[in-house]
């Protein structure tokens, strides 16, 4: 690949508020620095089909406060194939597209490695995924809005759980990844969290009880990440019924409102860094890298570092949730 004179962008897999701050932030960064820009529709999909539009600096006006994505996303089996990807780097050629910008969790950034690695194409990742659950980055586009809204959510469900002295177990998104869970629980003020990336150590159930639930409190709220691994809320509520009958327990999904919203302004804030980074990177030469922030601090992250599926869970998150929660 030569000089890059056009880049073009996409979002793809699970939406995440903060997304159309990232698209506005590429789109006029590379404008500002004299690249062409081209928008594919609904992620993969339209690298396929062809569906791209060139953006102008107007396409992205009144779009930083809005959630989803103006680009739309999609999930595209077609792109995990060769022959998918074929067609996609076949497009991007017609299309005239150096470079490609990819908005997405770690899916979308396998694919962006993919096409990279195929093709030699020059592929600069942006994480955008409520899950948080990419490595070499403190915090993902999108992250910060969906744990505002379980908090807003949990203040709620409190109410209720205090008035009818209930055990509540509130399951919140984030695939395999405990993020959420962990995070959401402290900031609500919750009693436990029980996430995926314990499961296999402890019986997170039987230690929540034996931890004292019921000491000081009458009611408790208990947020669990959904995953197959954990075996979601309704799981847990099932095992209380029969073997603590004593307690009264609910269950509420939070389900798809947590990936929607306006994004709050951290998210805002970090979709528009990530996006001036990535034009950034690619003007320096990066190639094949997510944009993260650690510490404050924009980072390259290579992709397969970036999509290595093991981002720890810090130990101090848990203990402060444990000793706040007697
Ligand atoms: P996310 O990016 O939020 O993790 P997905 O895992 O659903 O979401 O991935 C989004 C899209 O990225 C997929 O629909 C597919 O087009 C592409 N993708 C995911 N995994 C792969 C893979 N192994 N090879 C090629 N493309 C992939
Ligand atoms: O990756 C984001 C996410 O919201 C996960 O937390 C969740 O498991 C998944 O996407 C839900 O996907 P779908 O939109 O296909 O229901």
Known sequence: MGTIKC???LTSGGDAPGMNAAIRAVTRSAIYNGLKVK??????????TGEIKEFKTENVSNIIQLGGTILKTARCQEFKTPEGRQIAYDTMKKEGIDALIVIGGDGSLTGARLLAQ???????????????DLYGTDTTIGYDTALNTILDAVDKIRDTATSHERLFFVEVMG????????NGAIAAGAEAAIIPEFNTEVDQLEEFINNGFRKSKSSSIVLVAESEITGGAMHYAERVKNEYPQYDVRVTILG????????TAHDRIIASRMGVASIQALMEGQRNVMIGIEHDEIVYVPFT????NDK?????LVNVLNELSI
């Open 256 to 263: 798809h409102l947590q990936r929607g919203g306006r994004p």
């Open 305 to 308: 570092k970036a999509i290595k």
């Open 7 to 9: 880049i073009g962008i």
């Open 312 to 316: 720890p869970i810090d130990r101090e």
């Open 118 to 132: 195929e093709f030699d194409v020059p592929c600069i990742g942006l994480p955008g995924t409520i899950d948080n």
């Open 175 to 182: 695939r395999d990844a405990g993020f959420l869970a962990l």
């Open 39 to 48: 928008g594919i529709y609904r992620g993969y999909k339209g690298l396929i």
